[in-house]
């Protein structure tokens, strides 16, 4: 049983073979049917958060009507707000949830909620955005790791030469922090390589397009730009309104990047996709509800990133709807065995 097709993700193949060859690991069977697992979001303006959250509502419904638990509603904050999450978290609290999964709107303003939440019995489940508070649990993929990759993809496109455009996510969060250091650290390798220039794109299509428009005309000839996904066709379109030549951007698997990239012509425009799952969501929500049901899993957990290359592109596409991004919706018995290969 592949539980990411290999045309969807390289990286997670290797993963998920050591998973598929091994014993199928033991699910917790504890009753957790009268509990209630809240999602608490910090942020919804772009397709991937938007996945996330139908990803998990289809989930929780499934699961709630199996009798597996009592609710698993999602709440999401404004704007990526800290402070306003840390409230949410104590009110979720005060609610009687019993387990609490977190896409965080930082890595530590949001401890203090935390730690209250764990000193009161409540089981925190962190992902994606996830928090530093040891009493959590985390899931996060290797974003240091998913940052070099492209630089490296970059450097053998380029012959290791090259002007640089780095567009960021959201300022703040611990997935932006850990992409952006993998890109720095990884240029660092590559004397010939400049970062010219960075904006904040927010994971948005229209953000980053006008972002990118406000800072090209002060930047020399781009050779290629860097992203963190839901941003690569804003890029590629204020590139052409600015009649600047098209440079190599890596995307980030939406499904418009993917239908702007095989536009262009797959051997002749010659790029990578990559992203974090935003099936991630549901690979939390089993994972608190295999700890609540007893299952002893690590706190800390992690997902392989997505990738889509262009021997997989015309595989991918056909799959991937407009407005969605390549994604997983992972079953309970999916997720403990992937925990458990990782054991091994």
């Given at each position: 049983?592949?539980?990411?097709?290999?045309?969807?993700?390289?990286?997670?193949?290797?993963?998920?073979?050591?998973?598929s060859t091994a014993a199928v690991a033991a699910v917790a069977t504890g009753d957790t049917s009268k509990d209630k697992i809240a999602l608490s979001n910090s942020y919804a303006g772009n397709t991937f958060r938007q996945q996330q959250l139908k990803s998990w509502a289809e989930v929780a419904t499934q699961a709630k009507k199996a009798g597996l638990i009592a609710d698993a509603p999602a709440f999401t904050t404004a704007e990526n707000q800290a402070t306003e999450q840390a409230q949410q978290i104590q009110n979720l609290v005060l609610q009687g949830y019993k387990a609490i999964v977190i896409n965080a709107a930082s890595p530590t303003a949001l401890n203090g909620a935390v730690k209250q939440a764990c000193a009161a019995g409540v089981v925190v489940v962190s992902f994606d955005g996830i928090v530093t508070e040891p009493c959590a649990y985390r899931i996060g993929a290797d974003f240091h790791k998913m940052g070099a990759t492209e630089v490296d993809f970059l450097a053998k496109q380029l012959g290791g030469k090259g002007n640089l455009l780095e567009v960021r996510g959201l300022a703040g969060v611990s997935?932006?922090?850990?992409?952006?250091?993998?890109?720095?650290?990884e240029v660092k390798k590559y004397p010939g390589m400049k970062m010219v220039g960075s904006v904040y794109g927010q994971w948005t299509q229209t953000v980053a397009q006008k972002e990118v428009a406000?800072?090209?005309?002060?930047?020399?000839?781009?050779?290629?730009?860097v992203t963190q996904g839901g941003d690569g066709y804003g890029v590629a379109?204020?590139?052409?309104?600015?009649n600047r030549k098209m440079p190599t951007i890596i995307l980030g698997n939406r499904q418009e990047e993917l239908a702007w990239w095989q536009s262009q012509g797959v051997a002749t425009y010659k790029t990578m996709s990559i992203a974090a799952d935003p099936g991630s969501s549901t690979f939390a929500f089993w994972a608190a509800q295999q700890i609540l049901?007893?299952?002893k899993l690590p706190h800390d957990m992690s997902l392989p990133t997505l990738t889509v290359t262009?021997?997989?592109?015309?595989?991918?596409?056909?799959k991937t709807a407009p407005g969605t991004v390549a994604s997983n919706v992972f079953t309970r018995d999916q997720v403990v065995d992937m925990v458990e290969g990782t054991k091994k």
């Open positions: 049983m592949a539980l990411i097709p290999s045309q969807l993700a390289r990286v997670a193949a290797l993963t998920l073979v050591a998973v997935v932006d922090d850990e992409i952006h250091q993998g890109i720095v650290d406000g800072i090209l005309p002060s930047l020399p000839q781009i050779d290629a730009v379109q204020a590139f052409r309104a600015a049901a007893g299952n262009p021997d997989s592109l015309a595989t991918v596409l056909p």
